[in-house]
């Protein structure tokens, strides 16, 4: 077997080894989270403005609670770095175009989320949940919310 042949094969088997070690260490995290009504998400605005987010998709932790949503994006991405928390008033849950990350979408939204709209009394959000989270995320946020 040449040389080049090995390397490939190590790079693959590397690869899905990391791959499947970061699904678990994610689906851990996601766990402990949701234990103390938090998970981590993706927010964007879509129409209208909301103090603290923009049009582009911002990943933060969010603390769940019925009507709410405590956002605290992250800076870049990266979970230690925190930008100022955003507090989002939930008047109503649009689950009707609910849908996966399309296009290019998914270079900044992990393609394994669901995405609905959140309309707050001054903007329309898009809020991206990882799909095994997305029906307990709804569950915690629309208590009081009709």
Excluded: Y
């Amino acid at each position: 077997m040449s040389d080049i042949i090995r390397i490939l094969i190590v790079a693959v088997v590397s690869g899905g080894t990391a791959a499947g070690i970061g699904v678990i260490l994610q689906r851990r995290r996601a766990r402990r989270l949701q234990r103390v009504d938090r998970l981590e998400c993706r927010v964007r605005v879509v129409t209208g403005t909301h103090d603290g987010l923009s049009e582009k998709w911002w990943a933060g932790e969010a603390m769940l609670s019925p009507g709410r949503v405590h956002f605290v994006p992250f800076v870049g991405a990266v979970r230690f770095l925190r930008r100022k928390a955003v507090e989002i008033v939930v008047d109503q849950i649009d689950v009707s175009e609910r849908r996966s990350p399309t296009g290019r979408e998914v270079l900044s939204v992990d393609p394994g989320t669901e995405v609905v709209r959140l309309v707050t009394p001054t903007a329309t959000l898009e809020w991206a949940v990882l799909e095994r989270q997305m029906n307990w995320a709804l569950d915690r946020v629309s208590l009081t919310v009709g």
